[in-house]
């Protein structure tokens, strides 16, 4: 939500955001339309292969419900006015963010290291707009 939020920057540089999610596609028509999502592509992979390929991790209990993860991810949800809805899949599945070049290799990637780990709009839009230029 926090990169659709700054979607026409992303169109700006040329890039097209994309989530991956381990739900049906009944879940992901539903996260669109909960979340206000219109035009985002959410695509679903229930067996989280592309999560593995991309090497996001499973959370340990740490990592998902020590203190100092609680207290970021009710910052985060504070400030951004973003709560997380009902997981679906597997709850313990870490995420990340990729930036895809149009050749198909990954020109930068953060993959998530609790659950509070998520990298700046900015870093990401900066990478997106190195990729389309090196294109």
Same mark, same amino acid.
């Given at each position: 939500?926090?990169?659709?939020?700054?979607?026409?920057?992303?169109?700006?540089?040329?890039?097209?955001?994309?989530v991956i999610g381990q739900g049906t596609p009944r879940h992901a028509?539903?996260?669109?339309?909960?979340?206000?999502?219109?035009?985002?592509?959410?695509?679903?992979?229930?067996?989280?292969?592309?999560?593995?390929?991309? %090497?996001?991790?499973?959370?340990?209990?740490?990592? #998902?419900?020590?203190?100092?993860? /609680? $207290? +970021?991810?009710?910052? =985060? &949800?504070?400030?951004?006015?973003?709560?997380? %809805?009902?997981?679906?899949?597997?709850?313990?599945? #870490?995420?990340?963010?990729?930036? /895809? $070049? +149009?050749?198909?290799? =990954? &020109?930068?990637?953060?993959?998530?290291?609790?659950?509070?780990?998520?990298?700046?709009?900015?870093?990401?839009?900066?990478?997106?707009?190195? $990729?389309?230029?090196?294109?």
């Amino acid at each position: 939500m926090q990169l659709h939020r700054h979607r026409e920057d992303f169109d700006r540089v040329g890039a097209r955001l994309v989530v991956i999610g381990q739900g049906t596609p009944r879940h992901a028509e539903h996260f669109i339309e909960e979340y206000g999502l219109d035009g985002m592509q959410v695509l679903v992979d229930p067996d989280r292969k592309t999560y593995e390929a991309a %090497g996001a991790k499973i959370a340990t209990v740490d990592e #998902l419900w020590h203190p100092r993860i /609680v $207290a +970021r991810g009710t910052k =985060i &949800a504070a400030t951004d006015r973003i709560v997380q %809805g009902r997981t679906q899949g597997h709850a313990a599945q #870490l995420g990340g963010v990729l930036v /895809v $070049a +149009r050749d198909g290799s =990954i &020109a930068w990637a953060h993959m998530s290291d609790d659950a509070s780990d998520n990298p700046p709009t900015e870093e990401v839009l900066q990478a997106a707009r190195t $990729a389309a230029d090196t294109a």
